[in-house]
T-cell receptor, first 115, second 112 residues
């Protein structure tokens, strides 16, 4: 089975530009999470969805960040305008409510560099 | 805000040594997980503990959940170079929520 698929794997952009990160969760999973990882702050939860509905977005840094999940197989995280402090690795993860272990399945991440 | 502090932050040991990594919080968690992350990849689940005082073993790795469900430890016996990686604990809030908060991480390097 395919795992969580994220794109792009790497993105380098200039300050002020719009950035869109994409995620395809594992088929059948009903929860989707967006995390951001930096050396200084570790792995931070930004937002999570259940059945395509945003449940908790309290981790979204500010209004420049937005996330959508138009259907069960696709989600986007958008940063507009981007700033150098947004440089990080962004991970998408999914899980199934039916799985007893509560395991989060992570994608390989999107490494964002904002110059 | 729930916070999970891990210690030590960094650990470099020789192959064959034993080590323990700690994950502590002032909050109670309904369950706690341990993940390992290798460079360029996402974290991968090692174990989930649910009951206070629970002990789980995975080959040379032993995981324990504190009685009060606020802390956990990971013990590795006879570490091998393949154990090298970033170890992360993650706590889930009250039953019914799926907001996983990750710890600060322990970066382990095992030298051959």
């Amino acid at each position: 089975d395919a795992g969580v698929i994220q794109s792009p794997r790497h993105e380098v952009t200039e300050m002020g530009q719009e950035v869109t990160l994409r995620c395809k969760p594992i088929s059948g999973h009903d929860y989707l999470f967006w995390y951001r990882q930096t050396m200084m702050r570790g792995l931070e939860l930004l937002i999570y969805f259940n059945n395509n509905v945003p449940i908790d977005d309290s981790g979204m840094p500010e209004d420049r960040f937005s996330a959508k999940m138009p259907n069960a197989s696709f989600s986007t995280l958008k940063i507009q305008p981007s700033e150098p402090r947004d440089s990080a690795v962004y991970f998408c993860a999914s899980r199934s409510q039916g799985l007893g272990t509560g395991e989060l399945f992570f994608g390989e991440g999107s490494r964002l560099t904002v110059l | 805000t729930q916070l999970l502090e891990q210690s030590p932050q960094f650990l470099s040991i020789q192959e064959g040594e034993n080590l323990t990594v700690y994950c502590n919080s002032s909050s109670v968690f309904s369950s706690l997980q341990w993940y390992r992350q290798e460079p360029g990849e996402g974290p991968v689940l090692l174990v989930t503990v649910v009951t206070g005082g629970e002990v789980k073993k995975l080959k040379r790795l032993t995981f324990q959940f504190g009685d009060a469900r606020k802390d956990s430890s990971l013990h590795i016996t006879a570490a091998q170079p393949g154990d090298t990686g970033l170890y992360l604990c993650a706590g889930a809030g009250p039953s019914g929520t799926y907001k996983y908060i990750f710890g600060t991480g322990t970066r382990l390097k095992v030298l051959a």
